[in-house]
């Protein structure tokens, strides 16, 4: 049983490809995809995966005052995250799939505008119910705001948007302010000393559209990167047979989330259970949680496509 939840955002940093293998259609490589939605998606395995391979390249981490490294650190990511042999027993760190929250669409004005629409509001708010996140300034009546953004946006053409090739008809509203500031204040939080998101931040707090359900499904459908790629001959500099291939990304800028959750240590014998070993397991739960909170990069790479600078993201855990 989970006792532990910590929502975190993932913001790419480059172009990402979280695989689902080939495919029949025009796109041979296209993202992952919700079943029921269409909507993209990067699944729990994998992005349990990626973190992983973060804390396995983990000099040293610090677990309340404690310092941990070496071994110590290698048994403490087999008890989070569990075992390389998994039957010995079940790792007590796990992750829901990454949904999308927010999608980068180019704009007629001000270069690009995040769009989403009340469903994924909707089902962030669920989800952030499991937490206890209290949301109540903008949990209210989210369909009100449909075709609506802040005020005093950047992106408005005669009190028109224009996305892509499609213009939209729509209004600022100061409940869309409320929505729009919350999500730029915790996704671009100010540093203590200095302020590095602060262009980034203030655009969203402009520039977030909340689209109809049905127009979001259309744009998460359809204005995805597709990117053509070859393979060369090096000794005629032609493409090789079946050398040319097209692969889907979710653009640069794409803010999706997760919920990290964690369990006491799935061990009876407590002189196994490391740094995690507490009084009672809502302590050990803590711990755990505590631990991935600690090692958690700020940058690291999620899908395919690494040596060539793809999947680099930013991990802002919701406070």
Known sequence: ????????????????????????????????????????????SGLKGSIREAFENLKETNLNSHKIKDKELKNAVNLAFGPEDGEKYAGSLAFTDAKILLFPVKSLKGTFAWITCPYVL????????????????????????????????????????????????????????KVA?????????????????????????????????????????????????????SDTGTVTSGGLWYEEYLSQDTILYSLAMTSPIRMKDDAQKGVFKANNPQKEAEKVMDFFEAGLPEVLQIGGNQTIGKGIVRIQILK
């Open 181 to 233: 500031k919350w999500f730029a204040k915790k996704i671009f939080p100010q540093g203590n000393s200095n302020d590095p998101y602060k262009y980034w931040r203030e655009k969203m707090a402009k520039d977030l559209v909340i689209l109809l359900d049905d127009d979001f499904k259309e744009f998460i459908s359809t204005s995805t990167e597709v990117i053509a790629r070859t393979k060369i001959a």
């Open 1 to 44: 049983m989970f006792r532990e939840f910590k929502p975190f955002f993932i913001i790419a940093e480059s172009p990402l490809h979280p695989g689902s293998g080939s495919e029949l259609g025009i796109v041979d490589l296209p993202v992952q995809r919700e079943r029921h939605t269409n909507y993209p998606k990067i699944e729990g």
């Open 122 to 177: 909707e089902r962030f708010l669920k989800d952030m119910r499991i937490r206890g996140v209290d949301l109540k300034d903008i949990a209210s009546d989210l369909h009100s705001l449909e075709n609506s953004i802040p005020e005093g946006s950047n992106i408005t053409v005669l009190s028109k948007i224009v996305l892509e090739e499609f213009s939209f008809e729509v209004k600022e509203k100061s409940k869309a302010s």
